[in-house]
DNA sequence: GGGGTGACCCAGT
DNA sequence: TACTGGGCCACCC
């Protein structure tokens, strides 16, 4: 079906997909998006999901992505900061409060 | 076939 | 907290 392993379009929908789950006031790092589609596809890992991304970020709610540290993505940090803030998101220092707003598929 | 690159991650210092 | 080194995987020359 649409979740074809072989087809690396396939992993750049269903990555895009599941940022756009992501709750509002919610964040997930890159490593754990690769994990949660892990079972499914299988193979990518969190570079992979970076670099997907950096290249189609722009059409979903890409700031509600972050890295493991909660550091906001280079080059944006700004405007990743300001939507976040907007969305009730605490920061420390310079990163998101992961402990406080990380989100899982399964909540 | 070989080597460099990247919106990453983790452990060690 | 910051920096370093190793591992990771797909993509591009």
Redesign the pocket.
Known sequence: MATDPSD?AEYVEAVLDLVERIPPGRVM????I?EALAPRFG?????????I???H??SVA??R?????G?T????ELA?RRRLLAEGVAF??E?VDMARHAWFPDE
Do not use: D
């Open positions: 690396p790092s890159y490593g754990a690769a193979r990518g890992g969190a570079r992979r999901v970076g670099t991304m950096a290249l970020g722009g890409w700031y992505v972050v890295n493991a540290s550091r993505p280079p080059g944006h990743a420390r220092g990163r």
